[in-house]
């Protein structure tokens, strides 16, 4: 392959990764406020690690599925139910980063308030944004082969 040919093939990759990252961040942040927004709420009626479960599963359920359907663009592509299990383990890694941030943060400042347990939450969320991002990419709604 050529120069000219490489550089013909990577533009549409790099256009369609550019775009995937666009359409990520978007449903990211509507995502962290959705989580974030009944953190807030639920810390209200419940402790904060419950709080933190019950929020982060709800704002997960929306973010698979606008990845789903508007990032990656694979509504019709692959199994739903596989990518669903796919999407747990995701959050499983997700769940650990912001229940260990809470449970750090609550073991030095026990009664922090919750404005500062939303920015652990925050700080924990953007840690785990770029793993997520790679295994949607790559595993979770890769194109078939």
Known sequence: ??????????????????GQVGRFAVVGLLC????????TIFHSWWESQVANLVALVL???VNT????????????????????????GVFLLTWAAT????????????????WV???????ATAVSTVVRFVAMRRWIFAAAP
Do not use: C, I, Y
């Not at 599925?65 to 747990?88: C, D, E, I, P, Y």
């Open 1 to 18: 392959m050529d120069a000219a040919t490489a550089v013909t093939v990577a533009a549409p990759q790099r256009a369609t990764l550019l």
């Open 32 to 39: 962290t406020a959705v989580h974030l927004g009944l953190f």
């Open 59 to 61: 704002a997960t359920l």
């Open 65 to 88: 599925m606008l990845n789903r359907n508007w990032t990656f663009r694979s509504a019709r592509q692959g199994n739903w139910v596989r990518q669903q299990a796919q999407a747990l």
């Open 99 to 114: 229940s260990g941030g809470l449970a750090l943060l609550e073991s030095g400042w026990p009664n922090a308030p919750v």
């Open 117 to 123: 347990k939303v920015l652990a939450l925050a700080a």
